[in-house]
């Protein structure tokens, strides 16, 4: 059965995935590993060395539970910069490769043209996200960090990313229409893999981009104001 409110730092980590499995990305984004026996979340995280405050703020946050302005003064930004960065990681490096190579295989041996077309689109969109998400870890991340250390460089600000922050997930739109609609697959067991791999990962996107929306953004403009009081 679900829990109904959130988590907080004495319920059992075991508890908290085996009611909501999706947490094991948040945790190896975080870097926890399993094999964590009956210890509460606020134990795990203490000693995997992860800010438990914002460990719990992305869960309860990604499980629709509370408002981000509950959240934003518990954080670490340090902790959340370190969890974005693997995120990114997890997406250029791993699900979208593996993606990549699942779709290959379920479309080798069908429509020639059409499967061309589904894998040169879907080049297009991983194109797309390596620029949004390599924009974030040259350009944002850096002037967090520096912000982190007192300085905040004046030719920037968070505002900037706020504005151009496009929601890349959206792009996968066009590519399950396109497999659902058209492609006449002589396996559909693989391609549904293919299809459910890739709707998992459009939610999984999403998330990413509500906890950079709503609990990152927020939480650098507090940081740029404080130290603009100090100047």
Known sequence: MY?????????????????????????????????????????????????????????????????????????????????LHNSHDYFLNFRLPAIRRNLLGAIDCGAKDIAIAILRFFDEYVAEVQKHMRYEERTVFPYVTALLNGVHPGEYSIAVFRKRHDQVEAKLTELKNILIKYYPATSSNELNSVLFDIFTCEQDLASHNYIEDYLFVPAIQELENQIDETR
Not at 21 to 26: A, I, T
């Open 3 to 83: 829990k109904l409110g959130t988590y907080n730092r004495d319920n059992r980590m075991s508890d908290l995935v085996c009611d909501n499995y999706p947490v094991l990305l948040v945790m190896s984004r975080f870097g926890i590993a399993l094999g964590f026996g009956d210890k509460s979340i606020g134990q795990v995280c203490d000693e995997n060395g992860v800010h438990t405050d914002t460990f719990l703020a992305v869960v309860n946050l990604l499980l629709d539970e509370g408002d981000p302005e509950e959240y934003k003064s518990d954080i670490s930004v340090g902790a959340l910069l370190g969890y």
